[in-house]
């Protein structure tokens, strides 16, 4: 494995012994995005020396900062060992969650794209180690990122100190694959000369502060790689609507049936569209996005995708082991970038893309909960659904109409928690159909919500939204005392209808 | 005052003849933005119009664009005639705030630098109408705009006819001050060759298609300038908390007393902070914000601000009267561009500028209410604040604690209408001190917006957070049957003390 590591070679070590150089209250920033390109080995040395302190009655814990969500063998081993007290901007690991819910850890949920800027900016003060996952050490000394780029840069110049984890899992072939390019600090920032997805404006290597650089570990691990599920009736229904939706945009002459750039949440209604996307009269897609997920691969290889930017992936373990196979194939067509280049509204602005992003409920007026259920209980994280929404041509969310066998509506009379405000969203998909908000005041908007909430849930809303308009302020009608009955009906007799 | 028409001379007529251009059901799109700019003479004209129609028993109404707010003399004449069927981008006239509470008339509110984009997408459908004010018609038949760019370019573009209006109260030296620069269509965006708040890289005048051009209209009005209050005892408190936190940012390293940027929401309170500004270390300040306020002119006249880069105006009748007769000088500092480009995130986020908007109330975890009181109550809009909150290096927002002597609270334990989220605020300033949220988890945030609120709501806010800290979950604690009760109480009983 040598051959892999060169230049620092004398710094190998093991990650017991790596993990020396992280102590308690540090500010740690790690490789990760997705649960792809995260180190695999630190974090259950840093585990295990926390869990040693505690033993003795002595306090360990570290503030951690990645790209996005990692997986079971780093967030949740240090979860588990409870070694963290800080965590941002987002995970999606349950026992870390759990742990955000019970009080014992905290959690910064903020857009995907502001977080490397405000790490650079030192709002979080200093940062005492980088652990970053790399495909090899160049022979300058530079790294290959891996799976994920992510926050690499800003961790890397805003740490002490510098531990690489060099993953032999990870296909060589994935040099070439990455852009890397660097913003300039503040005040001295130029425009990002990216127009299209498929521009290259950096390198494919990170350079590395070598004198920064302490440790080396070999690793041999797989990414979290989930397989999605197949695509049930609902996410099929889903999926078809959102492509009639952009079918209709051709017919109106605001889309081309060539050359659509799509940006896409993960998980399996995303998925759905994208197998949806397969069979359509859609060519030459391009993605401008954060993930590249099975549907993407599925595209590419079937010639209807001809690029997709990203800053990691989120593949099935059939398709990494794929990916690996194949990336001298794949990086023709795929570029991972830095996450404030991938998320950042410069770019997402410049070269209009459709966003596609789950949800966990709308309210009537079009406001969007990502992340709380119930207002207080984090799931994820809001990630770049921002990003995109915020800055995106057309900005979609899809999601079932409803959760848990019909007892949580999708579509409620006031969102416990806000992540897209009514001035963000423009469409809201369900499996009933397609609420176009475009242009319409608040009482319109309330129309085409109800339409697409499930049949059982339309005469509750109806109901809401009638007795808001029979108050004296018809702007944005509401009835404050009753506006959070869905979601006090649900945390009391587990189900929104009461 | 030929000189100033020439080229459409034979196109020259009254209001009354050029309106009828404008038809029941168009949409129109208007020049001005916070009262300067807009058409002076065509709204009454057009209200005549309607309430003909009206008074025969037939409908007339318009939908009608601008770029921000008007005047009386134009929203105010329109919604007193009846003649508004629907609003956008924003407003802040009372007779129509009171159609779009009273559900007579519709207002979609929007981020302003969105507006023009979704017209040039085609999201609202056809344009019938442009009415623009000039300053003057150039030999070649192009505008030289007056006080405000706003939406100008979209509208001319998107609409079928164009009216000019040639004020002759606007200042002949106002040439030269605009920087007229047009984004490209998408897909063929390019980067907007914008550094510093003081490039310059359009023309001073807009380029008309001149076939459109259908009337011309002579008028010698003023812009709607109204008077700033002085700042009293609690806005100068506001302004001191203000630049105590920049000289902090300073000791931290992350700001210089030279050469910092602005953005400054209108306002008593942003002028006090300007009054404060004066008397400051600070040195050299920019501009890159949406309005030229009074507080700006005397930051230039003293030598403090070398550039200021807005869409428009807001100045008093003094300044305004300043402004005309010195626009020669003024424009050597003074930069007014289209509202896309004033307010475009690429531009905010490059040159990387503190904000510092209004707000109608906070929540305890730092959710801002800029819009509706109680949640249906429109005030204005959402108007730039998002625009620059977004993607501001450093954002904040300002406000006395309280308001109508003590019955509201501007913190609250739930606002009742979210248009920037947790994610998005830093800062929040009143007169007893600055909550800096950066970096920190929901529950932190809470104990430190608390810390800011009236003395009189602390143990209220207190009390909310210790009942939602006793429910279940902790990652954002909140207690649902209780969020709205501050509001519930003002509507019922005219104190949110209850």
């Known amino acids: 494995m040598t051959e892999r590591i060169g230049y620092y070679k004398d710094l190998v070590v093991s990650a017991e012994e790596a993990a020396k150089h992280v102590n308690h209250g540090d500010r740690v920033g790690i490789s990760g995005f997705t649960g792809a390109g995260y180190p695999k080995a630190l974090p259950a040395a840093i585990a295990e020396k926390a869990k040693a302190a505690h033993a003795?009655?002595?306090?360990?814990?570290?503030?951690?900062?990645?790209g996005a969500s990692t997986a079971p063998d780093c967030d949740g081993v240090l979860a588990e060992a409870k070694a963290i007290r800080f965590r941002s901007p987002y995970n999606s690991d349950?026992?870390?969650?759990?742990?955000?819910?019970?009080?014992?850890?905290?959690?910064?949920?903020?857009?995907?794209?502001?977080?490397?800027?405000?790490?650079?900016?030192?709002?979080?003060?200093?940062?005492?180690?980088?652990?970053?996952?790399?495909?090899?050490?160049?022979e300058d000394g530079n790294i290959v990122p891996s799976s994920a780029v992510g926050n690499n840069l800003e961790y890397i110049d805003a740490a002490e100190k510098i531990i690489i984890e060099v993953n032999e899992w990870q296909s060589l072939n994935l040099e070439g694959m990455h852009d890397i390019y660097k913003l300039e600090k503040l005040p001295n920032r130029q425009p990002i000369p990216i127009t299209k997805p498929g521009d290259r404006v950096g390198t494919t290597f990170i350079e590395l502060p070598k004198e920064k650089v302490v440790a080396v570990v070999e690793t041999n691990a797989p990414d979290r790689n989930a397989a999605f599920k197949a695509p049930d009736e609902v996410s099929e229904k889903i999926a078809a609507n959102f492509i009639e939706f952009l079918e209709g945009e051709v017919a109106a002459g605001r889309?081309?049936?060539?050359g659509f750039i799509m940006q896409s949440g993960v998980g399996n209604v995303p998925n759905a569209v994208m197998?949806?996307?397969?069979?359509?009269?859609?060519?030459?897609?391009?993605?401008?996005?954060?993930?590249?997920?099975?549907?993407?691969?599925?595209?590419?290889?079937?010639?209807?995708?001809?690029v997709a930017s990203a800053t990691s992936f989120a593949l099935s373990p059939e398709y990494a082991d794929r990916m690996n196979e194949k990336?001298?194939?794949?990086?023709?067509?795929?570029?991972?970038?830095?996450?404030q280049i991938s998320n950042h509204p410069e770019v997402i602005r410049r070269v209009g893309l459709i966003s596609s992003n789950g949800m966990i409920e709308a309210d009537i007026y079009g406001n969007i909960n990502s992340t709380n259920v119930g207002g207080s209980r984090i799931m994820n994280g809001t990630g770049g659904s921002g990003d995109f929404t915020r800055n995106g041509y057309i900005t979609t969310f899809v999601s079932p109409s409803v959760a848990k066998d019909g007892a949580i509506s999708a579509i409620v009379p006031f969102v416990s928690h806000?992540?897209?405000?009514?001035?963000?969203?423009?469409?809201?998909?369900?499996?009933?159909?397609?609420?176009?908000?475009?242009?319409?005041?608040?009482?319109?908007?309330?129309?085409?919500?109800?339409?697409?909430?499930?049949?059982?849930?339309?005469?509750?809303?109806?109901?809401?939204?009638?007795?808001?308009?029979?108050?004296?302020?018809?702007?944005?009608?509401?009835?404050?005392?009753?506006a959070f009955d869905f979601q006090v009906n649900f945390a009391e007799k587990g189900d929104m209808r009461g």
């Open 56 to 66: 003795k009655g002595e306090e360990f814990t570290i503030d951690l900062f990645s």
């Open 94 to 138: 349950p026992l870390l969650r759990n742990q955000f819910n019970d009080g014992t850890a905290l959690y910064q949920d903020i857009h995907l794209s502001h977080s490397g800027q405000q790490v650079e900016e030192g709002f979080y003060g200093d940062f005492q180690v980088a652990i970053i996952e790399a495909v090899r050490i160049t």
């Open 255 to 258: 889309l081309a049936y060539d």
């Open 275 to 306: 197998a949806g996307l397969l069979d359509s009269k859609f060519e030459n897609i391009q993605a401008y996005t954060e993930v590249i997920q099975d549907g993407m691969v599925d595209l590419i290889d079937a010639g209807k995708m001809t």
């Open 327 to 339: 990336a001298d194939k794949y990086r023709e067509s795929i570029i991972l970038r830095p996450q």
């Open 418 to 482: 806000t992540d897209h405000t009514e001035h963000d969203t423009m469409v809201i998909i369900t499996e009933y159909g397609v609420a176009d908000l475009r242009g319409l005041a608040p009482r319109e908007r309330a129309e085409k919500v109800i339409a697409v909430a499930h049949p059982d849930y339309r005469p509750l809303l109806q109901e809401y939204f009638e007795r808001a308009q029979a108050n004296k302020f018809q702007h944005t009608p509401h009835d404050l005392k009753t």
